[in-house]
């Protein structure tokens, strides 16, 4: 896929996904093809792609999960009890696991960190597109951050056309979303310092860009 081609070119090692995987209807055949573009693991079984890789970085071996909640989401299997079972497997393998969350709820992404913390190097939140001040290190040596926010346009509404969300919040239909692609941009991120031997947790900062031209 172009875009995902782009984003490996400069430099991404793998693309985490969340409940939008499926909007696009030729990337599914593509998704059983690569072990690159995750979708979340606890979708059925039987469902297009992979939600779980591993990869080398930095001369260590890291293992990436994506998992979706299931508060005011699509249903979908128990997150932390399959989060729990790759985990415990994974470790068999590297130390240093990363899991994405992307989940509704605050409470939700928090609460499987907590779950799971001293089990996994980092757990970062996506989905609701605003970035918290939240970043931590639990007890356990687990690195967390309740959402890591959106990479995008300023404008609008959460990266989209504010006239179409407003129509949506003031009418029984809209039309379907688009991007706004109008002024500034932001970039959102997290980086993490992990300890390579323990899998350990060092150091979190959060990053936070406005203005982007």
């Known amino acids: 896929m172009p875009t995902s081609e782009e984003l490996f070119g400069l430099g991404v090692d793998v693309i985490t996904s969340g409940n939008h995987i499926w909007d696009k209807r030729e990337l599914r055949e593509h998704l059983d093809e690569t072990d690159r573009i995750l979708r979340p693991a606890n979708y059925p079984p039987g469902t297009p792609g992979r939600g779980w890789t591993t990869l080398e970085a930095d001369g260590a071996r890291v293992a990436v999960i ?27 393998t590297t130390p240093i696991i990363i899991l994405d969350m992307h989940a509704e709820a605050t409470s939700e992404k928090m609460a499987i960190a907590r779950f799971l913390d001293g089990k996994v190097s980092l757990v970062y939140g ?17 690195a967390y951050l309740t959402d890591v926010g959106m990479t995008g346009p300023m404008g609008g509404v959460i990266g989209m056309e504010a006239s179409g969300v407003i129509e949506r919040f003031n009418s029984a239909y809209a039309e379907r979303f688009s991007v706004e692609k109008e002024g500034p941009k932001q970039f959102c991120a997290a980086a993490v310092s992990i300890d390579r031997t323990s899998g350990k947790a060092v150091e979190i900062k959060r990053i936070f860009m406005r203005g982007i031209a």
């Open 66 to 92: 994506n998992l979706m909640g299931r508060v005011f989401m699509q249903t979908v299997d128990d997150p932390f009890r399959m989060g729990r079972e790759m985990i415990d497997e994974l470790r068999n």
């Open 126 to 142: 996506t989905h609701t597109h605003v970035q918290t001040a939240d970043e931590q290190i639990f007890p356990g040596g687990t």
